[in-house]
């Protein structure tokens, strides 16, 4: 996807010489959810692909589920890495509703953490629906649907009464009707908006009343972020170095973060290539007033030749 008015978002530098350029939309929020700044076709709609899923997080609580934990509803609006926690949450989840992993509709897969993907090769294990980095998600929605007194069967459905809320929701936390829904790579329907109101839709949460499924989301996302992503992802690290941030990323070069009080920020990279996400990311925190010193282990990516670093992934400007 390209548009003759995306700018350069994050240049890559190596040995002093600019070697490419990623181009994409970002839109900068204040507190009140106004346009401060916006650079690129932020009105546009993209697939916020993962980073939809704390918004869509709310529409399982409204259902009527009742997660046992806070782990759990963090694991519901993650993107984990498929480690011996995340895997066991899911499970345990799936029992809880009376269902097994048989019941998730996402497709098996290895764990996205390298370390513990080695292991389940060393160990001959075969790929896993429970180890597919969206299983928590699944298993809330699951969960849900139980809890709502909706079939099982067919919850991936766009019809299916569990969609249908999911799409309305997005849509009203967003302030702007959903244009398409395709199916995401974990089977599930995924929901087309512009980054505008990705935005509008995770600051939603964060500036939500306390006892509100928007606020229950968001405190859980930013209590457990190694539920959301996993050991050295960076969701879980900048959650962890910036005081109430909620961030998520998603596939194909999308991230969105918010702060209460504050704004949100979210933006697409058009290539749909990660390593320019956090330098761009932290460059419209920036603008939110987060210092330096906390954005500065996220705000550069090097970019590395033979046993050193030579250069740098960086925002543009």
Aim: glycine share 12%; net charge negative.
């Amino acid at each position: 996807m390209s548009y003759p008015d995306n700018p350069v978002l994050v240049e890559v530098h190596r040995s002093g010489f600019l070697e490419s350029v990623h181009r994409g939309s970002l839109v900068v929020l204040d507190a009140t959810g106004a346009v401060v700044h916006a650079v690129g076709a932020v009105s546009v709609p993209t697939l916020p692909r993962s980073s939809n899923k704390p918004v869509q997080a709310t529409t399982y609580l409204d259902a009527g589920w009742v997660p046992r934990s806070t782990e759990e509803l963090a694991i519901a609006a993650g993107s984990h890495s498929g480690e011996p926690g995340h895997v066991e949450l899911a499970l345990a989840m799936l029992a809880a509703a009376g269902l097994a992993e048989h019941d998730l509709g996402c497709p098996a897969a290895l764990p996205s953490d390298e370390r513990e993907k080695a292991t389940w090769l060393v160990e001959g294990r075969s790929p896993a629906r429970s180890a597919m980095n969206c299983s928590g998600k699944h298993a809330a929605m699951l969960s849900a649907c139980v809890a709502a007194g909706w079939p099982t069967e067919g919850y991936l459905d766009r019809a299916h009464p569990l969609q249908q809320a999911v799409e309305a929701r997005l849509g009203e936390a967003g302030g702007e009707q959903v244009s398409a829904v395709v199916v995401d790579g974990c089977g599930a329907p995924q929901h087309a908006l512009s980054v505008t109101a990705l935005a509008r839709g995770v600051l939603s949460l964060v500036q939500a009343e306390p006892g509100t499924s928007g606020r229950a989301v968001a405190d859980a996302v930013r209590a457990h972020p190694w539920l959301v992503a996993g050991t050295g992802k960076d969701d879980t690290l900048l959650m962890g170095a910036v005081p109430d941030l909620l961030v998520k990323g998603g596939a194909d070069g999308v991230h969105v973060a918010a702060l209460p009080g504050v704004g949100a920020v979210a933006l697409k990279l058009d290539d749909g290539g990660d390593r320019g996400r956090m330098p761009a990311l932290c460059a419209g925190l920036t603008r939110l007033g987060v210092t330096a010193d906390l954005l500065a282990p996220f705000a550069v990516t090097p970019v590395s030749g033979g046993d050193g670093v030579v250069g740098e992934v960086r925002a543009a400007g």
